[in-house]
């Protein structure tokens, strides 16, 4: 009897990040269809949600042990639903329609890197450093589109705006592809000291997200995808003044 519980918690085990990985493709899949009836906001927070989801189903199975190929290959599967064709579909419907047969090659291309970032995510996963993502991950990217579509829900019809999307989702879609290093945070301690001033600083982060968490989300999202580039200058020039005071 009581290897029989074992054998039924053990499943049980098994089968929870699972039901987190189901979450997050219904929530894409969800997405897909708020972002066809013209609902944006809605359609955007399902990815979110979809990210909430994501960042859960992993650390659940590495918590309960119950890690498997299986969960890996259909965890990417969902990703790119959630995180590839769902917002493509969100930015198209949202601002890219106008621009036709370039729009929807934009939007495509968001889906093309992104399925192409995931497969090297899962090939480089035991080669990389864990501190660094190489390339955009495909949960931010998407994010990204999310944070700009709740900022302003409402279906864009500035042609100044609709351009900026188009860029955007453009630059979106490199940076998933590139090899532009982004910080995981999977380093941080929080246990180690801190200087005096983070505190406050964490304080007037959460006041600013209750004030305008719209447009606060965006911000982040936005910072974020601008740090690998601008690491990745900020690591040029740093070489290039130890060349030149080496010369």
Request: glycine share 8%; with cysteine.
């Amino acid at each position: 009897m009581a290897r029989l519980s074992r054998e039924r918690l053990s499943r049980g085990l098994f089968i929870l990040p699972t039901l987190f990985t189901v979450g997050n493709l219904f929530c894409g899949y969800l997405s897909l269809w708020y972002s066809i009836q013209g609902n944006f906001e809605i359609a955007a927070v399902l990815i979110i949600a979809a990210g909430i989801l994501d960042g859960l189903d992993g650390r659940i199975a590495r918590l309960t042990h119950s890690t498997s190929e299986f969960g890996e290959e259909y965890d990417s599967l969902a990703d790119l639903v959630s995180f590839g064709v769902a917002p493509a579909v969100l930015a198209y419907s949202w601002g890219l329609e106008d621009f036709h047969r370039l729009g929807w090659f934009v939007s495509f291309l968001f889906v093309v890197c992104g399925s192409m970032r995931l497969a090297r995510f899962n090939i480089q996963t035991h080669v990389v450093d864990k501190r660094y993502f190489v390339g955009l991950p495909i949960p931010a990217a998407a994010g990204t589109v999310a944070a700009v579509v709740l900022a302003t829900p409402e279906r864009l019809m500035n042609r100044t705006w609709m351009g900026g999307l188009l860029v955007l989702t453009f630059v979106l879609a490199y940076l998933m592809i590139s090899t532009i290093r982004y910080r995981s945070f999977k380093d941080l301690d929080l246990r180690r000291r801190r200087p005096a001033w983070i505190l406050p600083a964490i304080a007037l982060f959460f006041a600013i997200v209750a004030y305008r968490p719209q447009l606060a989300l965006a911000a982040i999202a936005v910072v974020f995808v601008a740090s690998g580039p601008v690491g990745k200058l900020v690591g040029v020039f740093r070489r290039k003044e130890v060349t030149s005071a080496s010369s």
